[in-house]
């Protein structure tokens, strides 16, 4: 059985190895939050290049739309196969999937609605 922070860090590797094969980039940094029935996963640094010109380059609701668009599009393509991976780590059903992307910060988060809170051993304090 796995510690909370073990289920945490195996997401974030699991997430941040979509991105990459999804994507085509990775996060700069990502991190995972189970609390309760919810794991939470902000992501920064995502926007690729390519993006990040999208945004600066067209009017501002039209480019942050467009991408919003896009990336929305891409997660509902990418669900099954998000869904499945979340529940093989954390042990327990995923009942939806929740995202959203910030064109200024370049942050997104990714919100997971659990069937019930995990079980996991506590871990040892240091």
């Known amino acids: 059985m796995k510690t909370q922070g073990e289920i945490e860090a195996a997401v974030c590797e699991g997430i941040s190895r979509f991105q990459q094969e999804y994507m085509g980039r990775g996060p700069k940094d990502i991190r995972a939050y189970l609390i309760g029935d919810l794991l939470v996963v902000r992501l920064r640094g995502v ?3 390519a993006e990040q010109q999208l945004v600066k ?3 501002t609701d039209k480019g942050r739309g467009l991408l919003k668009q896009v990336r929305t ?9 998000l869904e499945a991976m979340v529940q093989d780590m954390v042990g327990v ?13 370049g942050e997104e988060v990714v919100l997971f609605t659990l069937a019930s809170p995990p ?3 506590e871990g040892k304090r240091t």
Request: overall charge positive; charged content about 15%; cysteine-free.
């Open 47 to 49: 926007l690729t290049a």
């Open 57 to 59: 380059a067209l009017p």
């Open 73 to 81: 599009q891409l997660m509902e393509t990418a669900r099954p196969a």
């Open 93 to 105: 059903k995923v009942m939806s999937l929740h995202h959203d992307i910030s064109t200024v910060t």
């Open 119 to 121: 079980v996991f051993r």
